[in-house]
């Protein structure tokens, strides 16, 4: 898992300057979760990871240069997002 999550957080970084590592780390295991468990309540088949790899990145693609104007907008996730004291690379 280690391996995914650092490639797609690396894949954000470079779409995101306002993100730190941490926030974008955090990005992506939140992408990530959120699509593997929307996928298991939907009843759906588990394709493994790297489909979800797949759908993360275009996730990343389509709004990761978008993804820090989320916290503004959506306090419930700020907590997780603006510490970036857990987190060092």
């Known amino acids: 898992m280690e391996e995914y999550f650092e490639r797609l957080t690396n894949e954000l970084l470079s779409k ?5 590592y ?17 996928q298991a309540k939907a009843g759906r088949t588990y394709k493994g ?3 979800t790899e ?3 990145r ?3 693609t ?10 503004a907008t959506n306090p419930k996730y700020s907590h997780l997002l603006n510490n970036d004291d857990y987190l060092k690379h």
């Open 16 to 20: 995101n300057n306002s993100l730190s």
């Open 22 to 38: 941490a926030q974008a780390r955090t990005w992506v295991e939140l992408l990530w979760e959120d699509f593997e468990s929307t």
């Open 49 to 51: 990871k790297e489909m």
């Open 54 to 56: 797949q759908v993360v």
């Open 58 to 60: 275009q996730l990343i």
């Open 62 to 71: 389509h709004y990761g240069d978008k993804l820090h104007d989320f916290i």
